[in-house]
């Protein structure tokens, strides 16, 4: 079992950039593949990246391609996301997990999530 908190969340204005953090407990952390997913208020969570076990592969939503990045070191069980160029609509909750199935389904261990607000 994985457990996971996210860090790395606050206020930024349109345009800024924000570096959020999953630390994940549990020796089996290195052979997972990750997802990044959001949920903003009244709307369902959707998906938002995803790394591949090793790091050789990445996916990412439209909405956020060309300027969010998934990152992870498995020395030190942790997955990053880095955003750039935030907007308003990037606005949301922040949620990392393990991946039951590539590169969208996720498994049911959410960590408590991390709050993103971009002002305009």
């Known amino acids: 079992q994985v457990q996971l908190v996210e860090s790395g969340g606050g206020l930024v204005q349109a345009g800024g950039s924000l570096r959020l953090s999953c630390a994940a407990s549990?020796?089996?952390?290195?052979?997972?593949?990750m997802g990044w997913f959001r949920q903003a208020p009244g709307k369902e969570r959707e998906f938002v990246a995803a790394?591949?076990?090793?790091?050789?592969?990445?996916y990412y939503a439209d909405s956020v391609k060309g300027r969010f990045t998934i990152s992870r070191d498995n020395a030190k069980n942790t997955v990053f996301l880095q955003m750039n160029s935030l907007k308003p609509e990037d606005t949301a909750a922040y949620y990392c997990?393990?991946?039951?199935?590539?590169?969208?389904?996720?498994?049911?261990?959410w960590g408590q999530g991390t709050q993103v607000t971009v002002s305009s």
């Open positions: 790394i591949f076990w090793d790091g050789v592969a990445t």
């Open positions: 549990g020796r089996t952390f290195g052979n997972k593949n």
């Open positions: 997990v393990p991946l039951a199935g590539w590169p969208k389904t996720p498994t049911g261990y």
